[in-house]
């Protein structure tokens, strides 16, 4: 069977661990997978109540969940930490973004916050 994937939810709406089911244990009588029968059997094995399913390609819930990510009810959506105060939230994406594009210069490049630009890095 195919493998499904779950977060669980912990203080402050962040993920705190990630697990992975076989999509027969939230399948009902009719053959069709249903999220909260996945949620009901996390629940009863965990003794845990906030558990939230996940999408490896980011099709459903923005991104896929990760340890650390936050989980936002109101946008439906998993979401990386901040990596840089002056970076701003996508709210299309829910991901984190600079306004200063990464340059397409075929080098590596780190982001500078004191500076607020990319820094090649030397090799």
């Not at 069977?1 to 399948?27: Q, W």
């Not at 080098?107 to 607020?116: L, M, T």
């Amino acid at each position: 069977m195919a493998k499904r994937y779950f977060a669980k939810i912990g203080l402050n709406t962040k993920v705190d661990n990630i697990t992975m089911l076989d999509s027969s244990l939230m399948t009902d009588v009719n053959g069709n997978e249903q999220e909260q029968m996945g949620i009901n059997f996390l629940k009863k094995v965990s003794n845990w109540d906030l558990w939230k399913q996940y999408w490896t390609d980011g099709s459903q819930r923005k991104n896929p969940a990760a340890k650390g990510f936050t989980y936002d009810e109101t946008r439906d959506a998993f979401i990386p930490p901040q990596p840089y105060p002056s970076w701003t939230l996508n709210e299309s994406s829910c991901r984190w973004e600079t306004s200063v594009a990464y340059p397409d210069d075929g080098n590596r490049h780190v982001w500078n916050e004191a500076s607020g630009a990319w820094d090649q890095v030397e090799a």
